[in-house]
Every structure is written in C-alpha cells, then in structure tokens.
C-alpha cells in the first residue's frame, strides 16, 4: 500500500537547515496496524502528512498503492485524500464556522453523496463518538476532547481504506479513549489500514507494529502479537 | 487563595441550556498542587477558565484572596491575570506570527519587565522546556509537542502565584512529559500553588489533592500523600 525510501523532509531556516526526517524507508500493507512512537520533534507529524498526502519529501520516493505520488497532479492527490485516506489531526484542524454535524459531513461532499445520505453517514459517526447531544454546537462551543472526537468523526465517516490518527486520544480522558480505541478496531478488522501517532502505551498496545522514531530515522520497526 | 460558592457557567442553546458547570463549591490554599480529572466536557476547561480570570460565572461567586472577582473591573483583572497567573491552555493559544522566543517574553511584557531581562528570562524558560534550538521558530515551523512546551515555557516566565495548566503533557512522549512534570513541581516548591488538568493517572500523581468533576459538579475530592 505504501512504500517509503530515503524520504527526507528538510526545512532550511537560515544558515541552518532542520530535518524534519532524515531518510526514512517503510513499507505498509494494505490491512496493518501500525503505532508510530517516538520523542516529541522527531518527525512523527511530519511522516503522517507526507503519507496522507499533504506534504511532500525533499528527497526521496513515495508510492502508494504503486503510483509516485510525487509524480502526481494536484487534482489527482486531493481524490485519493478524500476518497481514501481519513485523517485526524493533532490540531484538529475544525472549520470553526460551521457545526458539528458540517465538519464531519465534509469528506462526504467531496466523495459526491447526496445530501440526505450525507446527513445520515454523519450522524452515525458522530453517535458513535458518543456526540449526538452537541451535534449542532460549533467548535468554539465545544470542549477539547468533544472537539478531538468531531475530528475522529469525520475521519472516519468515509469508511476510509487508510486511516491516518495524530494523537486521536491526547484530550480524552481514559474511558472515552477506549471507545475511540474500539472504533479503530472495528475500522481495522473490516480490511482497512491505519497508523496511530500516540505517545501512550495504553494506545500502543491496540496495534499489531510498532514504529519508533528519533530525530527524523526510524529507530526500531517491531511487529506484535495481539493481544 | 481561591473561594467558589455555588458556580454555575449556562450557555443557553435554542431552546434548551448547556449547564458547563452547575453547582461548584471549592476552597484553593496558597500553596496547594490540585490535579483536575473527569470525562470529556465535564467542565473542566470551563472552571479552569473561571478561575483564572477568563471567564465569569453565570450564578455563583468566585473570591480570589479575598475580593469578589465578579465585581472587579476590566483593567483590575486583567492585572492580576498578567501578574499572577500562568496558564497552559488545552489548545496552547500561541501568537501564530511572532516567533517561540517573542510569544515566550509576551507575560513579561505586560509585568514591566525591561527588553534585556525580558529575553534572559524568556531565554531561560525555553532553555528549561528544552527548546533552545527552535528559539526562532514560529508556532507552525513547531511539532505539536513544541507548541506544547513554548505555553508551558510562557506560562512558567514570571514566576506565578498561580499555575493553571490544562492537559499540558497531552501532546508530550513520557519522557518530555515528565520534564514538565519536574518544572510544575519547582514551582510548587517555590510556594506557589498549581491546578492541573489531566486525564492522565501518571500525572495526576505528581498533585497533593485530586477533584473529579463530573457533569458540571464536583464528583470527589481527595488529598493524597505524597509521594
Ligand atoms: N460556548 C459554549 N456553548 C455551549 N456549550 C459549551 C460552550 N463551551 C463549552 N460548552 C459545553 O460545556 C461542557 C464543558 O466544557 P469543558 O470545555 O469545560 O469540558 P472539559 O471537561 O474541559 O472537557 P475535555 O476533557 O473534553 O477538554 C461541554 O459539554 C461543552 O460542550
Ligand atoms: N515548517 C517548519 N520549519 C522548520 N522546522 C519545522 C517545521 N515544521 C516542523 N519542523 C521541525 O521538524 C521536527 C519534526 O516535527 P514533527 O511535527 O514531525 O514532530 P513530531 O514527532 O510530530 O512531534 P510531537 O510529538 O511534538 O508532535 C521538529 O523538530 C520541528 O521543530
Ligand atoms: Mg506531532
Ligand atoms: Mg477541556
């Protein structure tokens, strides 16, 4: 599904340059699991957007699913976004002026659903994150975890093949994690892969790899047994 | 140090009401380490919020040493926030266009501080959270982690009577969390008191006195030996 070699992500800040990552080689299968782990600052972050599509390396190749993606064009990388890939972001990244139930139906707009089948999609995924009693509260109107679990919502309302999580459970106090946990799992076990950026072993433990980062390299790659 | 009676914080919405908090009742001493736990969007944020000036009560009163804070005017609150508060917030609120060192300096600013002992102090602090090396970033040229650490840095600059950290280890791997955790305890050594929104047990064991909120309401309220 994702085949990564010698990626570097390099930013040059003046006479200095900072790498982001510094040569990382990965293969991902169509059907994994994998935690990505590492210190905060080594690239974790920066290896997520560069798989969901949203950065693209400095040196190095990219495909997915066989295709260069650095080779592509721009219309052609924003479909397998949206068709393909959901992603929950450290920052959440919510329109802040439309409401919950908006947010989370805008990967449905994109992969061309009609209105009251949008309407429908959204509201189940948002009732699985334990949100319909503030589906129509905007962001502002909402706490940090509610607001992480609207972003977890959308992510997975398509159904998406690959799914991308940056610290999904950071704002969720340990009963509300699980539950997220368990909606991953439900996602994983029907053919999809995901990745997990998490620095809780807790949240670790739920995948079948785990890859360790440190200063943009892959520092260990270990498959698990589960559980 | 801090008195709520009866706190209420309601948001009407249509046709039914939001009831953030409803029903707060809660004494803070000068030197006192209190960790702040409860589900997502039991109000925790929201009295974190109170208590720190941001924020006042739909019903209720809040004294902080000794003055009725709902009674004081803009200026008068706006001193004491700049003076004696520090806060971390869950969403870290950095100026996006100005540097980590500039957003660090912000508190000292405000306290009078002139532009030399500005940057040392703010130079310390970020010496402390560990980022002397990204000291020019902006907020968007930072991991999620660094973000975290610069409000934690900013936060920690003038020394406050008064630490309101909300989730300030979310984003931070073990290890970095733990540094942070070594800083609050500083602090708490100095004298001064410490809240701490946390959802995580390892973090929660640094305070002296555990309160659990759960929909709007104090749940429990232990003191602990420690540790
Ligand atoms: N402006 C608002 N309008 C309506 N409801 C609001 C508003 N702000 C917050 N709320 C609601 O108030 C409740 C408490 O919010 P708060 O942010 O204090 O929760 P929290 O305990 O910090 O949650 P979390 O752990 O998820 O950060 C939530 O249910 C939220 O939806
Ligand atoms: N636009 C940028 N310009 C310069 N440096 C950057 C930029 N974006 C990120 N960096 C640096 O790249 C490194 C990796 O960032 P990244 O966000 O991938 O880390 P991370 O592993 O996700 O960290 P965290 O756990 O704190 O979220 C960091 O040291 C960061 O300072
Ligand atoms: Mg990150
Ligand atoms: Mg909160």
């Known amino acids: 599904l994702i085949r990564l070699r010698n990626v570097r992500k390099i930013y040059p800040m003046g006479a200095e340059e900072v790498r982001a990552l510094d040569g990382v080689s990965l293969d991902i299968y169509p059907n994994e699991y994998v935690a990505v782990m590492g210190p905060s600052g080594s690239g974790k972050s920066t290896l997520m957007n560069?798989?969901?599509?949203?950065?693209?390396?400095?040196?190095?190749t990219y495909h997915l699913r066989?295709?260069?993606?650095?080779?592509?064009?721009?219309?052609?990388?924003?479909?397998?976004?949206?068709?393909?890939?959901?992603?929950?972001?450290?920052?959440?990244?919510?329109l802040p002026k439309v409401?919950?139930?908006?947010?989370?139906?805008?990967?449905?707009?994109?992969?061309?659903?009609?209105?009251?089948?949008?309407?429908?999609?959204?509201?189940?995924?948002?009732?699985?994150?334990?949100?319909?009693d503030r589906i129509t509260h905007k962001p502002s109107e909402l706490s940090g975890g509610q607001r992480q679990r609207?972003?977890?919502?959308?992510?997975?309302?398509?159904?998406?093949?690959?799914?991308?999580?940056?610290?999904?459970?950071?704002?969720?106090?340990?009963?509300?994690?699980?539950?997220?946990?368990?909606?991953?799992?439900?996602?994983?076990?029907?053919?999809?892969?995901?990745?997990?950026?998490?620095?809780?072993?807790?949240?670790?433990?739920h995948a079948r790899r785990i890859i360790r980062l440190r200063d943009g390299m892959v520092e260990s790659d270990v498959r698990v047994e589960n559980p």
Chains 1, 2 share one sequence.
Not at 77 to 82: K, P, S
Not at 105 to 130: F, N
Not at 167 to 185: A, C, H, S, V, Y
Request: aromatic content about 4%; hydrophobic content about 40%; some cysteine.
């Open 50 to 60: 560069m798989i969901g599509c949203l950065d693209t390396p400095t040196e190095g």
């Open 66 to 94: 066989g295709q260069n993606v650095g080779e592509m064009e721009d219309d052609e990388l924003a479909a397998i976004r949206n068709r393909e890939v959901g992603f929950v972001f450290q920052t959440f990244n919510l």
């Open 150 to 205: 609207v972003a977890v919502a959308r992510a997975l309302v398509n159904n998406p093949s690959l799914l991308l999580a940056d610290e999904p459970t950071g704002n969720l106090d340990t009963r509300t994690g699980n539950e997220i946990m368990l909606l991953f799992e439900e996602l994983y076990r029907r053919g999809n892969a995901l990745m997990v950026v998490t620095h809780e072993e807790g949240v670790a433990r």
């Open 99 to 132: 409401n919950c139930l908006q947010n989370v139906e805008l990967p449905l707009i994109y992969s061309g659903k009609r209105k009251a089948e949008r309407r429908r999609m959204a509201e189940v995924a948002i009732d699985k994150v334990g949100l319909s």
